[in-house]
């Protein structure tokens, strides 16, 4: 039941015990024989246990009040030693945020050095096929003009003995 049913239901026997006391009031102020144990009095005895039901609703409105101002005060309390402790986590997820942006940073650096080294490994085996392969055209130049130079030679035989003996140059295939 929330707080405001309950009182809402605590005001409306409130005007109910109000209105019964209205009604009754004569039955109330009647005096009547009371005895306090030790002595006897006259009192009206309906006006007595009203006073005492009155006190008893005041004592406990005081002891609602009480508790509720200690529920705020525990409310508060634990406000802030949550607000403490989200402190404390912020601080601690920033810390983390650094030490791991630090880490990033130094694989980063890492990963570029080896970016790097094996960039520099990669052109040396480059170059190094490169030259390689200006070895092999040059070697292939040289056999390819010694060949040339033989098939020449060959048919400037053929041709001087072709033109001694007065015949057709014929070129083999």
């Keep these: 039941m929330n707080t405001r049913a309950f009182s809402l239901i605590l005001i409306l026997a409130c005007v109910l015990l109000a209105a019964f006391a209205s009604l009754n009031w004569v ?6 024989a009371l005895s306090l144990g ?8 309906g006006m007595v246990l009203l006073i005492f ?3 008893i609703c005041g004592l406990f409105i005081i002891y609602i ?13 634990l406000t802030k030693e949550v607000k403490e402790q989200r402190v404390l986590a912020d601080k601690a997820e ?12 130094g694989e980063l650096r890492r990963i570029e050095a080896q970016g790097a080294a094996t960039h520099r490994e990669f052109g040396a085996r480059l170059e190094e ?7 092999k055209l040059a070697e292939t130049t040289g056999t390819l003009s010694a060949y040339l130079g033989e098939i020449e030679d060959k048919l400037d035989r053929a041709l001087v003995s072709a033109h001694a003996q007065g015949v057709a140059p014929q070129i083999p295939r």
């Design 94 to 105: 920033a810390s983390r945020f650094t030490e791991l942006r630090t880490m990033l940073e």
């Design 65 to 77: 009040v009480l508790l509720q101002a200690g529920v705020i005060l525990e409310a508060r309390r």
């Design 27 to 32: 039955a109330i102020a009647a005096p009547s």
């Design 38 to 45: 030790f002595a006897e009095v006259s009192a009206p005895l």
């Design 129 to 135: 096929s490169g030259r390689g392969l200006q070895d």
């Design 53 to 55: 039901t009155a006190a």
